[in-house]
């Protein structure tokens, strides 16, 4: 070993024997780069020791009644001097080395058996029993003249392969190694050497304490500083452990009861269910959908693994799968640095994927949409919005709670715009808002049917409003707990129109038009002060409903609730907004005693009762407007201006009779909900 004596004298303890020496060096390997000549000698030393026990004198030791009770034969030839060039003694135990019965390894042989097979990581050629098994995938698939080819890389990247291109024994002995890396990183000498400075920096307690995926787990975690050929071996062991779970120690050690009782095999088939993904969301369902409780530190991990799969699309092969062509041609996977920006980009393109392609991205929308801690890109951009508003929020809670500190300071614009880009979904489909699919379930049953119909049968689009407009329209005929969740969207809806998806559709071109210029919180009372000059029909019956519902909540008219407020606290505080008795109370005071309210407060109410009016007298053009007489009345009823304003309801009223029976036919008025 003379081409190594200084680091042995440096390092290794002499007196312990040359086969401790040796078991030294090819551990400082891993931390070290040693000379190419000291470099050379142990690969030669290693090369020799994996084809026969007898060289490995600790293995030796350790393993031998191991070796007599497991691998008899093969030991027996061995110590005859047999020689069997595939190492027979050591790939015998090898295949015993996760076994957990009878055949299992003993304490003793277990440790000596893991630690010689880090030496076999460098080459393919330290591994007789891999050789042995894939000689003929070895020269179909890997025999090309690259100067530093990855041997193990190739078998593992064809293990995986959809195909099955391995044969039988080759991929069980690629199994176990595999499995065999995945417990222990230091298998996999190449990613040792590329990674040794991110170990020595950030994971020297894993370093000490390896096994079981420790170390393996602390470089995922610290992926951010991980740069070229480490980041590329760290992600190449990821990609392989979604063919088996068995090869994430973590997910075993946390979920792995789970998995026995839940998740075994597929209820379908009865096949064993093996990929990591599949696993994944079985147990996710199971816990959904059939109650199954997992424990907390199962919950845990499953989290942690579903959040690495929305960080990056490589660890999602489902969706790299249904979204192949998407993602050669809509939203250009080997175009963007960030993955997460992949999967934005896909739900931005939402309505233009492929149907295969939709329903996934769909599905992992779902999921971020029931839990925001999962979703990627809002923990990225709105760090430190989570950090100074909602860090003793709950993780299901955090879109919500940055909703309501949008206006901030420390509410970055990249962090606004994601979480509009949030609401504006919550706001066109339904099954993206979770507070109000709970609390609407059975409203949306009974009353939106005929919707459900039309977007199980695909004539109209999930994510076009047509439920939460159907809600709107009916919102007098609620439960209470669903009323209370369709004010908070009409709520937000006046602070920003884009977040109404019919509006924005129908009322593009006149926006543009009139209330051009305007801020986005300020667009709806545009339109309502406007609707005279609104030329589209449709967009005029969307005003109308805009007019209805500000009537019967103020604080869906912000002008009207801040010339108000002061007012309101002191002549009406017992009102409740949401049932429209503010404003009934407004006009009853105003009624009774001019002088009760403020000047601004009286003027504005005025300029509202001749809005209503305005509102009315376009409501005219369709039989729908007779929904809202009794309410528009009412309110012109109890208005100073009554008589002007009346003679403009009762013309109103007569032109609808006329134009009725011009029509050929005198019905029951249509509610609201016709029009829209």
């Not at 000059?533 to 969307?542: A, G, H």
Request: aromatic share 4%.
């Amino acid at each position: 070993m003379a081409n190594c004596g200084d680091y042995i004298s440096d390092h290794c303890e002499i007196e312990q024997g040359e086969g401790e020496v040796m078991k030294c060096l090819i551990e400082l390997e891993l931390v070290l780069e040693v000379r190419q000549e000291c470099h050379l000698q142990i690969l030669s030393y290693k090369y020799f020791m994996s084809r026969s026990i007898k060289l490995d004198v600790p293995l030796l030791k350790a393993c031998r009644e191991d070796a007599q009770r497991l691998c008899q034969t093969e030991f027996e030839q061995r110590m005859k001097g047999d020689h069997k060039p595939h190492g027979g003694v050591i790939s015998c135990l090898y295949h015993h080395i996760f076994m957990t019965d009878e055949n299992k390894l003993s304490a003793q042989c277990e440790p000596e058996l893991k630690r010689t097979i880090i030496g076999q990581g460098e080459s393919v050629n330290l591994s007789p029993n891999i050789v042995s098994a894939c000689t003929e995938e070895l020269v179909e698939y890997c025999s090309s003249n690259e100067a530093n080819r990855d041997d193990y890389g190739c078998l593992q990247k064809h293990m995986i392969d959809p195909e099955h291109t391995l044969g039988e024994e080759c991929a069980k002995e690629i199994m176990i190694y595999s499995k065999l890396v995945a417990d222990d990183v230091r298998n996999d000498y190449r990613l040792m050497k590329a990674c040794r400075n991110v170990i020595a920096s950030s994971c020297r307690s894993e370093m000490a304490t390896p096994t079981h995926g420790n170390l393996l787990h602390c470089l995922v975690e610290h992926k951010g500083v991980l740069k070229g050929s480490c980041e590329k071996q760290v992600k190449a062991l990821q990609l392989v452990s979604l063919h088996d779970f068995n090869f994430n120690f973590h997910f075993v050690k946390e979920c792995g009861a789970a998995v026995q009782e839940l998740c075994k095999s597929d209820p379908k088939t009865g096949k064993p269910i093996s990929k990591k993904q599949d696993v994944m969301y079985c147990l996710r369902d199971k816990s959904q959908d059939s109650g199954e409780v997992l424990t907390t530190q199962c919950k845990a991990q499953l989290k942690q693994e579903f959040l690495k799969q929305m960080e990056d699309l490589d660890l999602d092969p489902k969706l790299l799968r249904e979204c192949n062509y998407d993602l050669r041609n809509t939203c250009r996977l080997d175009q963007m640095a960030d993955q997460s920006e992949v999967m934005e980009c896909l739900r931005r393109n939402e309505q233009t994927l492929v149907k295969n392609c939709r329903e996934v991205v769909f599905e992992r929308e779902l999921q971020q949409a029931e839990d925001p801690g999962l979703d990627a890109v809002l923990l990225k951009k709105c760090g430190i919005a989570i950090g100074l508003y909602c860090s003793e929020s709950r993780p299901e809670d955090t879109l919500t709670c940055l909703e309501s500190h949008l206006k901030k300071q420390g509410v970055t614009p990249e962090c606004r715009k994601t979480v509009k880009q949030r609401m504006k979904k919550e706001h066109s489909n339904y099954r993206l808002n979770p507070a109000l699919s709970q609390a609407c379930g059975e409203d949306i049953k009974a009353l939106c049917s005929p919707i459900l119909g039309k977007l199980n049968a695909g004539t109209i689009a999930d994510g076009e409003g047509a439920v939460i407009s159907c809600l709107k329209d009916q919102m007098s005929k609620v439960s209470v707990t669903c009323e209370d969740q369709i004010t908070i969207l009409l709520e937000q809806e006046v602070s920003d129109y884009q977040l109404d998806p019919i509006l924005v559709k129908r009322c593009e071109g006149d926006i543009k038009t009139i209330c051009g210029g305007r801020r986005e919180d300020e667009v709806e009372g545009c339109l309502r002060d406007h609707i005279s000059d609104i030329k589209s029909i449709d967009c005029t019956k969307q005003v109308i409903r805009l007019v209805a519902e500000a009537h019967g909540d103020v604080h869906l008219d912000p002008v009207l609730l801040r010339a108000c407020q002061e007012d309101i606290s002191y002549v009406c505080p017992r009102s409740d907004h949401a049932k429209g008795q503010i404003i009934e109370c407004l006009q009853a005071t105003q009624k009774r005693d001019k002088s009760a309210l403020s000047h601004t407060c009286s003027s504005m109410l005025d300029a509202r009762l001749a809005m209503w009016s305005a509102a009315f007298k376009r409501a005219k053009e369709y039989d729908s407007a007779l929904e809202m007489v009794d309410d528009l009345y009412q309110a012109i009823e109890s208005s100073k201006h009554k008589h002007e304003l009346l003679a403009y309801f009762f013309i109103a009223v007569i032109l609808i009779v006329l134009l009725s029976f011009c029509g050929g036919r005198w019905s029951k008025p249509k509610p609201m909900s016709k029009l829209y």
